[in-house]
């Protein structure tokens, strides 16, 4: 028996969601979003060192800020 939208009724609710997040612990999603943001900013390092750095010059008053990276 087919409903209007093409899904068979004698199979719906029968079997759980196919989800991956419920298939995997959180503590293995942490590490693994521990080890993207890890990655991007290594990725972000690299970009910074292969286009010569940066540098940044704050003056404010009495205030002076300089941070520099190469």
Do not use: E
Not at 8 to 13: D, M, N, P, Y
């Amino acid at each position: 028996m087919r409903g209007s939208a093409g899904i068979l009724w004698s199979f719906a609710g029968r079997w759980p969601g196919m989800s991956i997040s419920s298939r995997v612990p959180n503590l293995l999603w942490t590490l693994f979003w521990i080890v993207v943001a890890i990655l991007l900013v290594l990725f972000a390092a690299l970009l910074v060192h292969h286009f010569g750095g940066f540098a940044l010059t704050f003056h404010v008053g009495y205030f002076h800020f300089q941070l520099g990276v190469s």
